[in-house]
């Protein structure tokens, strides 16, 4: 990942990571919820902060890996960099289609997708008629589909003000230093009538708060409803319409009665989260209790595969699934002052 802009860091540490202040409202007061380790990618045994502000009760990793220790965080298989072109529109089929629904109502126009690692989601826009453009912050991702990408960030990107009918950022938001300003720099290269869709998780989800399936330390934010539309009303943006499910990004409850039984029984956090973050040990979180094969554990496993497809509609009907897609528009004051 670039640096996409950045809060202040308050203070750096000898261990590559930078305290900061508050990246909604810029307070230096909080307190700390948990903490947890890389267990996605284990690129650190590192212990991570995950806090929320005193102010606005916005979420971050503080202190965070500082942005010459950041790109260590993104290994080779965080982009997957092996798949070719026809291999990754087949595996993404079902998640691309799921975009495609969410940007169904517009007419073809032009489009940019940011952090849109290898093209995938510009080709399917281009087959349909789209012309479209891409930011990707890191040169890992190879350009599959030979398509206009930028490497670098929006702020050096050679774009000029209200070029796109459309933005996109499937996914990306959580992982930026400074959300507000990248937020400011989608609203400066919306079209008065545009529209961007912004896909971030939700922390005020059982996934999110509970099972802290956020990505830590790549995701450096973690929004709820009410933290992103104040980060959205501060980049002159308005929320137009909320939608909640895990057809686009993994976002499912699936473990959940699994992972409250392992609590009850006494098994540590750290432990229940090292087994459901690493897919090598989804064997020990889906059947197993307290290090060794159990019966009860089975049992639940196949309750909770049962419950999970009703729990998640119910979620996400009420606005509490963990991957939440945000449809901005400019604000009315925003188009004012530009005119």
């Not at 976002?251 to 409250?260: D, I, K, P």
């Amino acid at each position: 990942m670039g640096d996409l802009g950045r809060t202040t860091a308050l203070m750096a540490t000898p261990d590559g990571l930078e305290l900061v202040a508050c990246p909604l409202c810029s307070g230096s007061e909080h307190r700390v919820l948990f903490e947890r380790r890389d267990h996605i990618h284990g690129v650190s045994d590192q212990l991570f902060k995950v806090v929320r502000c005193h102010h606005c009760a916005f979420v971050f990793v503080n202190p965070r890996p500082d942005q010459l220790n950041i790109h260590r965080f993104y290994p080779d298989e965080f982009y997957d960099v092996n798949s070719s072109a026809e291999t990754i529109l087949e595996q993404k089929r079902d998640t691309l289609n799921a975009r495609l629904k969410l940007v169904s109502h517009l007419a073809p126009g032009s489009l940019l997708d940011v952090g849109c690692q290898k093209g995938e989601f510009l080709e399917v826009m281009r087959r349909r008629g789209w012309r479209v453009q891409g930011v990707e912050f890191s040169t890992k991702p190879p350009n599959l589909f030979k398509l206009p990408i930028h490497y670098g960030t929006l702020s050096d990107a050679p774009y000029a003000p209200g070029s796109f009918d459309a933005i996109t950022l499937w996914a990306v938001l959580e992982h930026v230093p400074d959300p507000i300003l990248v937020l400011r720099q989608i609203e400066r290269l919306l079209k008065r009538d545009g529209r961007a869709f912004i896909l971030v998780p939700n922390f005020r989800s059982i996934p999110g708060r509970y099972m802290r399936h956020d990505d830590v330390p790549r995701h450096l934010v973690m929004f709820t409803p009410r933290t992103f539309t104040i980060a959205a009303q501060k980049a002159g943006l308005v929320p137009l319409s909320w939608t909640f499910g895990d057809d686009v990004f993994s976002g499912s409850t699936r473990g959940v009665l699994n992972f409250f039984a392992k609590r009850l029984a006494g098994e540590q956090m750290e432990d229940i989260l090292a087994q459901n973050r690493s897919p090598a040990k989804w064997k020990e979180f889906s059947s197993y209790l307290a290090g060794k094969p159990s019966k009860l554990m089975r049992a639940v496993d196949l309750l909770d595969i049962g419950v999970t497809p009703y729990l998640d509609r119910l979620v996400n009907w009420l606005h509490f699934g963990f991957t939440m897609t945000v449809e901005v528009a400019r604000s009315r004051s925003s188009d004012t002052e530009c005119s």
